[in-house]
């Protein structure tokens, strides 16, 4: 267990290195949104990922993401003609 908190320095730090235009995961969040709506949104989150980090515990739900597979071709036919993404909540 830490007993130092998450910062909101530290999660803007975090949240401005990741790549904006990333499919977003079950949660429908894409980091865009975040980086975008920042000053709305960072006391929404400093308190969970403290939660989180603080008590060393991570939810159920943040342990799921959603596998899909996208066509690589125009006109997928067979198997390998598919590639698989995994989507993650951004939280």
């Known amino acids: 267990m830490e007993d130092t908190p998450i910062t909101e320095v530290h999660t ?3 949240v401005n290195k990741g790549a904006r235009n990333k499919a977003p995961g079950r949660d429908v969040m894409c980091l865009g949104f975040y980086k975008l709506d920042w000053d ?6 400093l308190t969970p990922c ?5 008590d060393d515990r991570v939810i159920e739900k943040q342990k799921h993401g959603f596998v899909s597979s996208i066509p690589k ?6 198997t390998p003609d598919y590639g698989p993404i995994s989507l ?4």
Do not use: Q, R
């Open 88 to 91: 993650a909540n951004t939280d």
């Open 73 to 78: 071709t125009d006109t997928p036919n067979t």
């Open 40 to 45: 709305s949104i960072k006391n929404g989150m």
């Open 50 to 54: 403290n939660e989180t980090y603080m």
């Open 12 to 14: 803007k730090a975090v």
